[in-house]
């Protein structure tokens, strides 16, 4: 009788064994999936923040060169403007320089 106990016994144990191997593989394989959907997750957060970056990158992009666009054509205004300026005071005074040059170059000083 004694060896059937310990026989019983060890049939426990092997059985206890498997059980346990049983509700580790199922742990490991309930580790593997929250594993893989978390990475999932990650990787769709990743891809909605990337395109999300993306977009304020190209609105920013698109602003930033309306804004070039608009300053170019502010500066070339400003240009103009002072370029007709200098025009305008060089006709003015044109003929004074001349007379004040003539009567320097006409001068003879000893």
């Known amino acids: 009788m ?3 106990s310990g026989q019983n016994g060890i049939q426990l144990l092997l059985a206890a064994e498997q059980e346990a191997q049983h509700i580790v593989n199922a742990a ?3 580790k593997q999936a929250r ?3 978390a990475k999932e997750e990650a990787e769709k957060e990743i ?3 990337r395109a999300q ?3 304020e990158y ?3 992009v698109a602003e930033s ?3 070039s666009g608009a300053n170019v054509y502010r500066l070339e205004q400003e240009t103009e403007a002072k370029i007709h300026h200098l025009n305008a005071e060089a006709s003015r005074i044109s003929n004074d320089v001349v007379q ?3 009567r320097h170059v006409t001068s003879v000083k000893n």
């Open 2 to 4: 004694a060896s059937n």
């Open 28 to 30: 490991r394989a309930a």
């Open 35 to 37: 594993l893989k959907q």
């Open 47 to 49: 891809a909605e923040f």
């Open 53 to 55: 970056m993306e977009a």
């Open 58 to 60: 190209q609105r920013k």
């Open 65 to 67: 060169s309306g804004d």
């Open 100 to 102: 004040m040059l003539l």
